[in-house]
Structure formats: C-alpha cells, structure tokens
T-cell receptor, first 107, second 114 residues
C-alpha cells in the first residue's frame, strides 16, 4: 500500500463549480499535512497547511480526519486560474507526495 | 527570504559525464530534500538531509550521490546516468521535527541525459 494515496482525477469542472479532493495516508504517526499546487512545468507551491480543526482560506477549505487518516481540499466557486495539479503532502518528517489530481476549470 | 535557489536551470549531459546540481537556501531550515519528477507524475522523494546528515535514501542508484556541505547547501552529484534519468530534479527545504512547517521548493533543474 502506498504511503499517500490521492484521488486519481482528472477533474474537469465548469467555472463556479465546487470540487473536492481527498487524500489518504497510511502512517498514523504523520504530524503535518499540506496541499500544494503545481502548474505545468513549474515547481510545487504551498496552497495551504491542513490543521486538525480544519481551516479555510477564501474559497479553499482543508480538513483533516485523523481517525480515518485522510485529508481533503474543497474549492468553491472554481476559477479558470484554479486549473492546476493539486498534490497532498503528508509529513512524518519526510514530505511524501500523493499522486496529484489534475483539475481543469472550463468556461 | 523564502527562496530556494537551484542551479543550473537546465542541463544536458552525456552518459559518461559527471555533473552536479546545486541547491541553496538561507531560511535556516535544517531539512533539505531532493526529488525527481517525471512528466505527469508527482515528485518522487530521493534523499532527505536532516541537520546536514543523510537521514533518508529511497534506494536511489549510486550514480546519484548527494552531499550536504553545510546547512544552506545541498548538492546532487551525477555520474554515468542513463537516458531514463532525464527528469526535473527538485530541491526543497523545511524546518525539521514533529509538526514541521511546509517545504519550499526551488524551480528545479531540468535534466536531459543523451
């Protein structure tokens, strides 16, 4: 079993749609969790950290479920500029990526 | 300064060449990482350095040799690579320890082995 598993995608949604990604992890000792965004031929950039109580940043909401060992990312009111690959990262001190989910937002 | 700098940005090398990739950060981070990324795949962890000591080697072939001369620098020495080693090589850094903060990535070195 992979240490971090992520929805395969791709997700193709219209502008304004709400879309959710999930990511499960196997190491219960994992302490920190992140969502990164990667544009084509660019490096990954932090989108948001995921806190135990859940956290929101504008249209983006991240949640952590320790009991079921998964994290989620919800994007509301999708914009064309949200088109990218979204990668979850789980860190029991070695920063492992999920497979990434490709999102395309269409007009 | 939240920057990780990688050089060179592009590298073409022959299978008999020896080259090095360089990575530098001045954020005081004590964990540094090398990743390999092939097209349409996620970054794949290669090595982790913690407090300048190699803490994780993901069974990477010996033709890749990492080096951490000090807390700000991370090198990846390349020798006798194969065409399938062509990829984007990403360096990252983060604070180390439980509850670590996020990793910051360099722009990567796009390596082509001919």
């Amino acid at each position: 079993r992979k240490e971090v598993e992520q929805d395969p995608g791709p997700f193709n949604v219209p502008e304004g749609a709400t879309v959710a990604f999930n990511c499960t992890y196997s190491n219960s000792a994992s302490q920190s969790f992140f969502w990164y965004r990667q544009d084509c031929r660019k490096e990954p950039k932090l989108l948001m950290s995921v806190y135990s109580s859940g956290n929101e940043d504008g249209r983006f909401t991240a949640q952590l479920n320790r009991a079921s060992q998964y994290i989620s990312l919800l994007i509301r009111d999708s914009k064309l500029s949200d088109s990218a690959t979204y990668l979850c990262v789980v860190n029991p001190n070695d920063m492992r990526f999920g497979a990434g989910t490709r999102l395309t937002v269409k007009p | 300064d939240t920057e990780v700098t990688q050089t060179p940005k592009h590298l073409v090398m022959g299978m008999t060449n020896k080259k090095s990739l360089k990575c530098e950060q001045h954020m005081g981070h004590r964990a540094m990482y090398w990743y390999k990324q092939k097209a349409k795949k996620p970054p794949e962890l290669m090595f982790v350095y913690s407090y300048e000591k190699l803490s994780i080697n993901e069974s990477v072939p010996s033709r890749f040799s990492p080096e951490c001369p000090n807390s700000s620098l991370l090198n990846l020495h390349l020798h006798a690579l194969q065409p399938e080693d062509s990829a984007l090589y990403l360096c990252a850094s983060s604070q180390f320890g439980q509850g670590s903060t996020e990793a910051f990535f360099g722009q990567g070195t796009r390596l082509t082995v001919v």
